[in-house]
Nanobody, 126 residues
Framework: QVQLVESGGGLVQAGDSLRLSCAAS????????IGWFRQAPGKEREFVIG???????IAADSVKGRFTVSRDNAKNTVYLQMNSLKSADTAVYSC????????????????????WGQGAQVTVSS
């Protein structure tokens, strides 16, 4: 098993940047592909961006060109860099781990992920 803890959330203004961290304990992070999801009040949880075990990534259209994801397996941490933030990005952001065998694939459905962090609030004021 792996335990995930997000950090780095907060209140920022539109256009600002923010970096979230997802720190893992337990099993090595290198065993998992990692997805970032977000959930705004009254809305369903949605896939934001994910990184495969080999380091490839895919992103939702709404964040392409603004958000990037990276991983440092030595530190057992995945990072979500968010630039040019918009008020529509306001949500609780959660990282999740998928023990998918493939080293190159990233799944986008929440049900594919076995382990979840507690979430970090990101609020973007306009």
């Amino acid at each position: 098993q792996v335990q995930l803890v997000e950090s780095g959330g907060g209140l920022v203004q539109a256009g600002d940047s923010l970096r979230l961290s997802c720190a893992a304990s337990g099993n090595a992070l290198s065993m998992y592909s990692i997805g970032w999801f977000r959930q705004a009040p009254g809305k369903e949880r949605e896939f934001v961006i994910g990184i495969s075990r080999s380091g490839g990534s895919i992103a939702a259209d709404s964040v392409k060109g603004r958000f990037t994801v990276s991983r440092d397996n030595a530190k057992n941490t995945v990072y979500l860099q968010m630039n040019s933030l918009k008020s529509a990005d306001t949500a609780v952001y959660s990282c999740a781990a998928d023990s998918l065998v493939s080293t190159v694939r990233v799944r986008t459905t929440p049900g594919s992920y076995e382990f979840w962090g507690q979430g970090a609030q990101v609020t973007v004021s306009s």
